[in-house]
């Protein structure tokens, strides 16, 4: 198994693309935190995964903007199984509009969870990774953090954010045998996503059917959308890697839509 009793923090892992990694992280044998704001979701997704695969897992109730929830629910980690290896930050949701009708609240509530979420949940467990000389800390990024759409100027500005969060740790914490690197997948079929089909619809005034074929897949090599168990194998993959050779990188997953 490749995370034998590693101790893994997935955010946002109630479902979705969290949920799937989660998942991954504990058939090959990790411990995993299911960190969310719902806490019921979080409690019913560490259960379903003590079923299935006979492994240790905790929920949190976690907003990601908030230091304190964020510095407690890493706490109670360590609380319980000594350390942190893996983190994920996967905490994300997503706000479309034009620019000049992009409220400035909206603007900071986007740049808080993908931005803040990253920085407060890597500060919280960079400590405990270095004093054991490893870890892999993992961001979720998107197509968007290498492109640009309309509509999206706080995501994609919060998403190529990363890129750089991912690189300053990644030099920081290589002496200490910290790893960061981030999976910019393309369109997956989330509610996240679900949800962005009819306002782009309505925002571009053309069809939902147009808005999946021409706007999400038709860059695409096969007009797929990604799957969240395409995803979550990157996420192990990056887990997994055992040296500092994949460091401050990024992995896109998006059948072809951006290549690089």
Known sequence: MKLKDKVCIVTGAASGIGNAIAHRYAAE???VAIADLNIDAAEKA????????SVEAMALAMDVTSE???NDGVAKVVDAWGTVDVLVSNAGIQIVNPIEEFAFADWKKMLAIHLDGAFLTSKAVIPHMYRQKSGSIIFMGSVHSKEASPLKSAYVTAKHGLLGLSRVIAKEGGKKGVRTNVICPGFVKTPLVDKQI???AKELGISEEEV?????LGQTVDTEFTTVE????VALFFAAFETNALTGQS???SHGWCME
């Open 29 to 31: 044998g990790g411990k």
């Open 46 to 53: 560490a259960s379903d995964i003590r079923e299935k695969f």
């Open 68 to 70: 304190e929830q964020v």
């Open 198 to 200: 009819p306002e782009q």
């Open 212 to 216: 999946v074929s021409k706007v999400m």
């Open 230 to 233: 395409d995803i979550a194998e």
């Open 251 to 253: 992995l896109i997953a």
